[in-house]
Nanobody, 123 residues
Framework: QVQLVESGGGLVQAGGSLRLSCAAS????????VGWFRQAPGQEREFVGA????????FYGDSAKGRCTVSRDTAKNTVNLHLYSLKPEDTAVYYC????????????????WGQGTQVTVSS
């Protein structure tokens, strides 16, 4: 069992940046892909990016491509999502999730989910 906790969300002005973190307890991330998804009010949850812990290989979706970076911190056993040049349309609840197998852009591939952290971008 893996418990995930996101942190780092908040209110930021357009053009600003934020760093979200995903911490795991129960197990390390060593055998997982850790992904970030976001869900805006009234919209479907969408894939933002992910990293395969074992190879430190990131992969990005189209939603924030070029404006985000996914990285791992091996000392803290966390996965970070840096968001840059934020826009009001980036406002959403951001979730991290862990997957052992399956297509990394697909929600159903992820077995464990955090509770989410709110990011609000003001114009």
């Amino acid at each position: 069992q893996v418990q995930l906790v996101e942190s780092g969300g908040g209110l930021v002005q357009a053009g600003g940046s934020l760093r979200l973190s995903c911490a795991a307890s129960g197990r390390t991330f060593s055998e997982y892909v850790v992904g970030w998804f976001r869900q805006a009010p009234g919209q479907e949850r969408e894939f933002v990016g992910a990293i395969r812990w074992s190879s430190d290989s990131p992969f990005y979706g189209d939603s924030a491509k070029g404006r985000c970076t996914v990285s791992r911190d091996t000392a803290k056993n966390t996965v970070n999502l840096h968001l840059y040049s934020l826009k009001p349309e980036d406002t959403a609840v951001y979730y991290c999730a862990a997957s052992e197998y399956g297509p990394i852009t697909v929600q159903n591939s992820y077995k464990y989910w955090g509770q989410g952290t709110q990011v609000t971008v003001s114009s």
